[in-house]
């Protein structure tokens, strides 16, 4: 991926010299390209799975994502598998091996974490409703990093970590080691870096396990929560709309976004009596993963039988065994 990250690089530095040129012009030019420019919308970068071909692989389902991973959490059946063991950026889906580490730690939860500079995001320039100089708890960042996937509350958690980020991050490293997830590397805990990459057999794996903490469960699943930011109270939500609907019984869930990771979700869900692990990576557009899901909920749900009798939908590679 070195050629496609530098192609990148170059059509930034092509557009910072076109911005500099375009500033010296008189005012009327100026104009006429501003007007130009509110035409022609720049071309939204690619992810990795549709530079690598993956998107133009066929399943039965349609499926909207280039990659996707269902199987049985209790029998470790696989039910579904397409390009499962593709190795791609996981964007936020970071921050579940970050939640994790962090309720592993036993620290307190009460202890209080004030936002800083070093948390802002350099990387994509994101956005965070939590100010420089913001303080809340640490309970309460991990509250936000997992459901609402709040950028600076996850880098604060490993900031604030005995040993600091660069440990933090080494720990996440052997934890995937431990977990048995060899195509998993991360280099920050919130996902905004694209060398935060796995496969959706390894985040089957990390869902399996994290789905056994109790507070995990609880704080991926929480449909809103309310902190406060200085002298105001503000509002989060789920980043996963699933959660509040009454058809799905969800019991862990992750969402994740960066363009070149495109967008991507980790559940584990019950469906048909059966507790399922999903996974979805790199699908085309923002609700499209929501609908993958509820697709393969609908095959589930519509073919008990076949299912039973241990017939997985297959699109590259065999059937393949979850870590314990």
């Known amino acids: 991926m070195v050629w496609a990250s530098a192609s990148f690089a170059a059509q930034d530095s092509k557009r910072g010299t076109l911005g500099a040129s375009s ?38 389902l349609a499926l909207k994502s280039s990659v996707a991973f269902v199987i049985d959490q209790d029998t470790k059946e696989v039910l579904l598998h397409k390009n499962e063991l593709a190795v791609l950026p996981i964007a936020s889906l970071t921050k579940l091996m970050t939640g994790v580490l962090i309720s592993e730690a036993r620290l307190p939860m009460d202890e209080l974490i ?20 913001t303080v809340l708890s640490r309970g309460e960042l991990l509250h936000l990093a997992l459901m609402s996937s709040e950028n600076r509350a996850a880098h604060a958690l490993g900031r604030t970590f005995p040993g600091g980020i660069v440990n933090f991050v080494g720990l996440m490293n052997i934890k995937a080691g431990e977990l048995g997830m060899p195509a998993t590397s991360y280099v920050e805990p ?17 869902v399996n396990y994290a789905y056994a903490d109790p507070m995990l469960r609880t704080l991926t699943t929480s449909p809103g929560y309310q902190v406060a930011v200085g002298r105001r109270t503000v509002q989060f939500n789920n980043t996963n709309r699933l959660v509040k609907s009454p058809a799905w ?4 869930q992750k969402t994740g976004y960066i363009s070149e990771a495109g967008q991507c979700l980790v559940m584990q869900a019950k469906v048909s009596g059966r507790k399922l692990i999903m996974v979805f990576l790199d699908s085309a557009g923002k609700l499209s993963r929501i609908g993958d899901a509820e697709r393969v909920k609908r095959w589930v749900e519509s073919n008990p039988a076949s299912l039973s009798r241990g017939t997985p939908l297959a699109q590259a590679g065999g059937p393949v065994a979850l870590s314990n």
């Open 23 to 60: 500033s010296k012009r008189a005012p009327s030019q100026a104009i006429v390209k501003r007007k130009a420019k509110k035409i022609a919308a720049a071309p939204t970068r690619p992810s990795y799975g549709s530079m690598a071909g993956l998107k133009s692989a066929p399943d039965a």
């Open 114 to 133: 004030t936002i800083s500079q070093d948390d802002v995001d350099t990387e994509k320039g994101s956005r965070s409703r939590l100010t420089v100089g």
């Open 249 to 252: 019984d969800i019991g862990l």
């Open 190 to 206: 919130t996902g905004l870096s694209s060398r935060n990459q796995s496969s959706a057999r390894d985040l089957a794996t990390l």
